[in-house]
């Protein structure tokens, strides 16, 4: 069911000040920026062999990643998976009682297919479900 781990989303207020402690200072590969309008984010992609860090910084107040940093602060947002295939992947989980924030795939940073596992079916872990678009993203 799960391929990878396939980034680690971080909440930041400010993606100019979060990263050169990753790109700079830890090394990184910083492959750009882009916002998803849908998400209410913008985020930053890095890279570290196999493994991402996404830096999230909100674009309005009604983000869910502000509403999290108004409430916890920056840092570790939430864990994403690599999966073949989202649709079924959801399926069977919803099968196996699993709560879900998305019931359907959404359309997420690079054209990925994802879908977020509320935090109360995964041990209080925000986990999102990634199916990589067609270019490999």
Same mark, same amino acid.
């Given at each position: ?6 980034? $680690? &989303?971080?909440? #930041? ?5 979060? +990263? /050169?402690?990753?790109?700079?200072? *830890? ?8 916002? #998803?309008?849908?998400? $209410?984010?913008?985020?930053?992609? $890095? ?7 996404? *830096?999230?910084?909100?674009?309005? /107040?009604?983000?869910? #990643?502000?509403?999290? *940093?108004?409430?916890? %602060?920056? %840092? ?6 690599? #999966? ?8 069977? +989980?919803?099968?196996? %009682? ?18 977020? +596992? ?5 041990? &209080?872990? $925000?986990?999102? +479900? ?8």
């Amino acid at each position: 069911m799960l391929t990878k781990i396939n980034h $680690l &989303g971080v909440a #930041v207020t400010s993606i100019e000040e979060a +990263l /050169p402690l990753y790109r700079d200072t *830890l090394g990184m590969e910083f492959s750009g920026i882009e916002e #998803v309008p849908s998400q $209410l984010v913008k985020v930053a992609f $890095l890279s570290i062999g196999e493994s991402k860090i996404e *830096l999230l910084e909100p674009t309005s /107040p009604e983000s869910p #990643v502000a509403k999290f *940093l108004e409430k916890n %602060g920056p %840092g570790v947002h939430h864990v994403a998976y690599g #999966v073949q295939d989202i649709d079924a992947t959801i399926a069977r +989980l919803i099968a196996g %009682g699993t709560r879900m924030i998305d019931t359907t795939a959404r359309t997420g940073a690079h054209g990925a297919r994802i879908a977020f +596992l509320h935090p109360k079916s995964s041990n &209080g872990v $925000l986990t999102e +479900l990634c199916e990589a678009h067609e270019d490999g993203h």
